[in-house]
């Protein structure tokens, strides 16, 4: 249930329509707010699929899925809504994926915000946010005292909004970087398809940019553009001094890697999930400024610009597919890593 300072916070936007490029209608924190989760209960957590690997493993993802909800009317996610529940578990096949069989998959529903005020949800939309991030809080507090116990070191990963939140509550030290004892259990953070700038590291010292395949407590974060002329001022998850890691080199330089170094690119279809179309050395990466521009592209027609917020040639919804292998191989090797320390 919602606390008496979020009733108050919410009031302030009471009956303002948020929203961007198309607002919804006028926000009633009476109705537009659906129950908190309770993560006690096990119908508050992703199942993973069936055909994933039901062994036990030494360490624990805590995965954060990015925006699925994308109507027009409604402001937070229900989380027993069956169609938005099925969006949320499709992330796990379609992404999270690349820890299956390394780490144990534990993930939360929270009441996420529209696509529509994505862009407001650290400024005018603020309180709305923070539902979601209050949810986030009790999960993880949930999943430490009742799920890990401090047993097993511990990866965190999302995409898109699901990143955004995660930076946010790094931020404020929630997730595993509020001492440096809590970060030594930290594997390593995939913060992907969301900006990490030098405010965000001067805000939690204890934050730091991966610069190498096998560090370990480190954060891992990139934005993949095209290299048209101006395609950065199109990506609206890109920032302004953001740092970016090339996760075919797992370095932060500018220097052009080719296609060769690609493993894979890995894309799923919905009516055949375990048999996904893969493609070897897809496309060649290069940190642009403030993203990482790809080119040598062998199959564009796998890149559609299916989403009027991600225009043709901002390539968010394809963060981890580009790079799909590349991702899986360097979650054995951080792991291998930590262990080895």
Known sequence: MRSRTDTTDLEGLRGRALGIPVQLPPFNPDSDVPEAPEYADPQSWITSPA???REHHPVDLFWVYPTILSDESTYLMNI???VLREKAA???????????????????YYRQNN???????????????????HDLVAAFRYFLEYINRGERPIILAAHSQGSV???ELVKAGELLAGDPESMERLVVAY????????SDLDANPLMKIGTNATETGCFITYNTISDEEGKEK???TIRTGSFVVNPLTWKTDTGFTPASANCEAVFFRHEDPEHPVRYPHFAAAQVVNNALVITDITHPEELPATSVTFPEGVYHMYDYA???????????????SYFGK
């Not at 580009?322 to 291998?336: A, Q, S, T």
């Open 51 to 53: 055909h994933f690997n």
């Open 80 to 82: 027993r809504d069956p």
């Open 90 to 108: 499709w992330t796990l096949v379609e992404q999270a994926s690349i820890f299956d069989g390394q780490a144990n998959i534990y993930a939360p």
């Open 115 to 133: 696509v529509r005020i994505n862009p407001l949800m650290l400024t005018d939309a603020r309180p709305i946010f923070e539902l979601g991030q």
């Open 165 to 167: 939140r995660v930076v």
């Open 191 to 198: 913060v992907i398809g969301y900006s990490i700038t030098q």
């Open 234 to 236: 199109d990506g609206p």
């Open 322 to 336: 580009i790079f799909y292998g590349n991702l899986r191989k360097n979650v054995e090797d951080r792991i291998r």
